[in-house]
């Protein structure tokens, strides 16, 4: 089957073709239209100008997904079946962007005679793993889900079966790298940034022995605690406490953004392992714009191979990580293939959609 993605639920105008492919699915297309310049001067997303930047980029994104994966958008005005679907990221979000998305992906299933397929935001990330997938994904998975907007330990029990066993209290991981970014004023978003700085870092300290003389030491909240939840406001707090105590903190950038990038990827892999143990995971996963993180990466994939013996590791290619509209396809055909498609009448943005 073939199907059209949309995705719109913050600051990425993205539409993607996909087809299903053995255990997994293949992808035609993947057009994402970036909003990350025109934010980055506010420090964050600001919504009213991602909605207005959204209603102009959708239809040219949807255009450049179709043609790209040779689909002559005539057909389908035409009612010839080149396309089974279109799925669309229903939520959560932010509402006034979830809703061009959803409200385009509508109009064209009316004018084409497809049906929809509602996928949650969430739901996509981890479906970005099943994207050229080598193998068959075990049951049960443990999924590290961490974005800018959650952070969330998933029991992934079989395909659209999820359990949330554990989430933050606070800020989600992405959100901790971007305030920590920009309470040292280094750009936005934080993530990319930290871990340019701390990579660097981390290269020198493989070529001599620098790290002994590292001072500064943050916090691992709620590493020991006996639950799978996460807390990093804390740490967001520790890392200013220690900014506003040390006048050379400027010259000191590349070892804050390390030990930062330190204290969040222990907390988030030490929970994962403990939880992949706990239910016995046949595989460990990971999942959202945090999961492109290099140190975070490198540390789940060396632990679980230390750990957890047969359990097995599967990682996003990089460029499905952060929000794009690959994963919604890859959601969508699942749902598709489970019978899971919404009446046209029933779609609606909902920006607090539930995972499960
Ligand atoms: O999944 P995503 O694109 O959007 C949401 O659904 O929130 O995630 C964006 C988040 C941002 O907070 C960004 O700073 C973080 O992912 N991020 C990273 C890296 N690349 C993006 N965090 C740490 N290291 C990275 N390399
Ligand atoms: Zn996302």
């Not at 950038?253 to 990827?265: G, K, L, N, S, T």
């Amino acid at each position: 089957m073939k199907i059209l993605a949309i995705e719109t639920s913050c600051d990425e105008t993205a539409a993607a073709v996909a087809v299903d492919f053995e255990s997994g699915v293949k992808i035609l297309s993947n057009i994402v239209s970036s909003q990350i310049e025109l934010h980055k001067k506010y420090g964050g997303v600001v919504p009213e100008v991602a909605a207005r930047e959204h209603v102009l980029d959708i239809l040219p994104v949807i255009d450049r997904a179709l043609h790209d994966a040779g689909i002559d958008r005539h057909d389908l005005s035409a009612g010839k079946k080149v396309l089974d679907a279109i799925a669309v990221t229903k939520g959560p979000g932010l509402m006034s962007s979830l809703q061009t998305g959803v409200e385009t992906a509508k109009s064209l299933a009316l004018a084409w005679h497809i049906p929809l397929v509602a996928v949650n935001h969430i739901e996509g990330h981890i479906y970005a793993n099943f994207i050229d997938a080598k193998q068959e994904i075990k049951f049960p998975a443990i999924v590290l889900t961490v974005s800018g907007g959650h952070t969330i330990l998933v029991l992934m029990k079989g395909y659209g079966d999820f359990e949330m066993i554990g989430e933050t209290r606070d800020d989600a991981a992405g959100e901790a790298f971007d305030k920590a970014a920009k309470l040292m004023g280094i750009g936005y978003p934080g993530g990319p940034v930290v871990s340019a700085y701390a990579e660097q870092l981390r290269i020198i300290n493989k070529l001599t022995n620098l790290k002994s003389q590292f001072k500064i030491h943050l916090p691992r909240p709620m590493m020991d605690a006996d639950n799978f939840d996460f807390s990093f406001s804390g740490l967001k707090t520790a890392i200013r406490y220690a900014l506003e105590a040390d006048t050379a903190w400027r010259e000191r950038i590349p070892e804050y953004c390390y030990e930062f990038q330190e204290a969040v990827c222990d907390v988030l892999v030490a929970k994962t392992i403990r939880a992949a143990k706990k239910y016995d995971a046949k595989t460990v996963m990971m999942a959202g714009g945090v999961s492109a993180n290099k140190r975070l990466r490198e540390l789940l994939e060396q632990r679980v191979k230390n750990e957890l013996g047969d359990t097995d590791f599967v990682m996003p290619e990089l460029k499905y990580t952060t929000d794009n509209a690959a994963m919604i396809a890859s959601a969508g055909i699942f749902k598709f293939q489970r019978g899971e498609t919404t009446d046209f009448g029933e779609m609606s943005a909902d920006c607090n959609f539930n995972l499960s």
